[in-house]
């Protein structure tokens, strides 16, 4: 029988380095509808996030379409189970991959998760990460872990991270450092927590680790390794260890997985139904070793094969390695046969017979994506190529 | 509210430009490395404290690079970015001397996306058309630039290849208002420029 630990039993557990018994609970820190009453420190923060709430309501980069929304909302609310009214849910239209979590309840999910998950369990895992950082308070925690280490300046800064995601410490290092230490503490928390969260809500707990190591395999896919892994890395744990230990706590509570990861219907319909800007947006990052990745394991999901094929295609083509024309043009030519390819499909296809020399087939095509696309906007550049 | 913080940073940009470096661009013919272009009056050249241009590369204003910038970026090599970026994992597109017209459309719409920095901006482009550049023929299109924590920015880009070298020309400026106040302007330098 699990029984529950206390916050402070929990926080000594993970400051002392080691994880909570599989059996032990780590427990929410505030009842569903918490709003902060008495804490002035706590409503100024509340207060800071509002006005920070304000603007990215007014982002242009904001993800309005409710084929995402209502998806993303639905798992954040089954997954945050009595707290669901608490939070409010933002997709921000940003390919690489990242969640945060405000203190008021305020949650961004950005694209770029969105198109790395192979099941919503996954997104479930990320999303229950970020529920466990507001449940326990964890923003509160950081803000006068600060506050008892620094001076004012030190709070601007953790305003700046908070409502930006990204950090901007001026002559604040070494006290930054401190906190940042404290917080990878946190994150540990988070994801136990959010685990246990996944888990109540019927998702997989399994897929809490399965993230990171999709995130391990990217990175050893990338072309460009990245130097600099920003705000995310420096305060969490690194995915190995992350994957390492959050599979060795599931499987301790949980037991072992029973199958392997199975792509679900819903998951797939809003790849398919978006995959053009969530891929067109990964593409423009230049990043072809991560793109392929990403298509390899689409494909291997069962996401639209014509859709995927096009996207080959155009990364093959704008990576621009030797043999990569030939793979392009065979990608695109199969994208075509699938039936269903997006009109560019046709005019990249032509623009790379001209490339050959094959201008007859070249204009065919570009007829063809005209036929298809009656209303581009490029029409005048593509007639310019049949009156040749 | 967003207008008058525009105007605050702007006004603060300008007044950094005066100590820093600005100067006039006289009006008439004028040349940036090979290219030669008929420089409207009003425009600025913003000192080389632009850390993201090339060698040889000018970027003029009229309000503070904020707010509007007109750049003028002459004879890219092959495998070579249009742009600089501090960050050694930037993963910067490069030119090719082969690309057609739709590869230097995406060439400059990665190209934005890692001027504003990866995942901080969405970049559109449209409208790819001809343009005869003197005698080189080229193209020209337009961009909207959709950025974190910023105005919205609207664009037309000039591009043609001489010499297996890519000449490339922008203009961008935050919408609404500074776009349209001096787009006639900057596109009619962008049409006139050749070599």
């Known amino acids: 029988m699990r029984r529950t630990a206390t916050l402070l039993a929990a926080t000594a557990l993970l400051a002392g380095g080691t994880l909570p018994a599989a059996d032990e609970e780590i427990t929410h820190s505030i009842p569903p509808g918490y709003t902060p009453e008495q804490e002035r420190d706590e409503q100024g923060l509340w207060l800071e996030m509002e006005e920070a709430e304000r603007r990215l309501n007014h982002s242009a980069l904001l993800v309005r379409n409710p084929d995402i929304t209502s998806y993303i909302s639905e798992i954040v609310c089954r997954t945050a189970a009595a707290y669901c009214n608490d939070f409010r849910v933002y997709v921000v239209r940003n390919p690489n991959f990242n969640a945060s979590m405000a203190p008021n309840g305020v949650m961004q999910i950005w694209t770029g998760l969105i198109v790395r998950a192979e099941s919503t369990d996954e997104i479930a895992a990320v999303v229950g990460h970020e529920i466990a950082h507001y449940t326990r308070l964890h923003s509160l925690q950081r803000l006068r872990d600060i506050r008892s280490k620094s001076t004012a300046g030190g709070i601007f800064d953790l305003a700046v991270l908070l409502g930006t995601g990204y950090n901007i410490p001026v002559g604040q290092l070494a006290a930054m450092s401190a906190v940042l230490a404290f917080s990878r503490e946190q994150e540990t928390e988070a994801d136990l927590l959010g685990a246990t969260l996944i888990a109540n809500a019927g998702y997989d707990p399994h897929a809490s680790y399965r993230v990171w190591l999709n995130i391990l395999a990217e990175e050893e896919a990338a072309a460009v390794k990245r130097e600099d892994h920003g705000m995310f890395s420096r305060t969490h744990p690194d995915s190995e260890d992350r994957a390492r230990y959050l599979q060795s706590w599931v499987t301790s509570r949980y037991g072992p997985p029973d199958q392997e990861t199975v792509s679900d219907e819903r998951l797939l319909a809003v790849l398919n139904n978006n995959y053009l800007m969530l891929m067109e947006d990964q593409i423009d990052t230049n990043r072809f070793g991560r793109s392929q990745d990403l298509l390899e394991r689409h494909a291997a999901m069962g996401v639209d094969p014509s859709l995927v094929r096009f996207f080959y295609g155009e990364m093959f083509r704008q990576r621009g390695n030797e043999g990569d024309r030939e793979l392009a043009i065979a990608a695109y030519r199969h994208a075509i046969e699938e039936d269903g390819a997006p009109p560019a499909a046709y005019k990249n296809l032509g623009y790379l017979l001209l490339k050959d020399g094959d201008k007859k087939a070249a204009q065919e095509y570009f007829r063809t994506y005209l036929d298809v696309e009656p209303e581009a906007s490029d029409r005048a550049m593509i007639e310019f190529y049949l009156e040749e | ?195």
């Open chain 2, 1 to 195: 509210m967003k207008i008058t913080r525009l105007v605050l940073l702007a006004a603060v940009a300008g007044l950094s430009g005066c100590v820093t470096g600005y100067t006039l661009v006289a009006a008439g013919p004028t040349t940036i490395y090979d290219l030669h272009v008929n420089a409207a009056p009003g425009w600025n050249l913003a000192p080389g404290s632009n850390t993201n241009a090339r060698a040889n590369t000018q970027v003029w204003t009229q309000d503070g690079l904020l707010l509007n910038r007109i750049a003028f970026v002459p004879a890219v090599p092959h495998g070579e970015a249009l742009i600089r970026s501090p960050q050694k994992d930037a993963a910067l597109p490069v030119f090719r001397k082969d690309m057609l017209p739709n590869e230097i459309e995406e060439l400059v719409e990665s190209t934005f996306v890692k001027l504003y920095g990866d995942g901080n901006a969405v970049i559109s482009t449209s409208n790819l058309r001809p343009h005869t550049f003197g005698d080189t023929p080229g193209v020209l299109f337009d961009v909207d630039a959709s950025v974190t924590e910023s105005p919205d920015y609207k664009g037309v880009v000039g591009a043609f290849v001489s010499g297996e070298r890519l000449y490339f020309m922008y203009y961008l400026a935050a919408e609404p208002h500074y776009f349209g106040k001096h787009r006639e302007a900057a596109e009619g330098m962008i049409k006139s420029a050749h070599l």
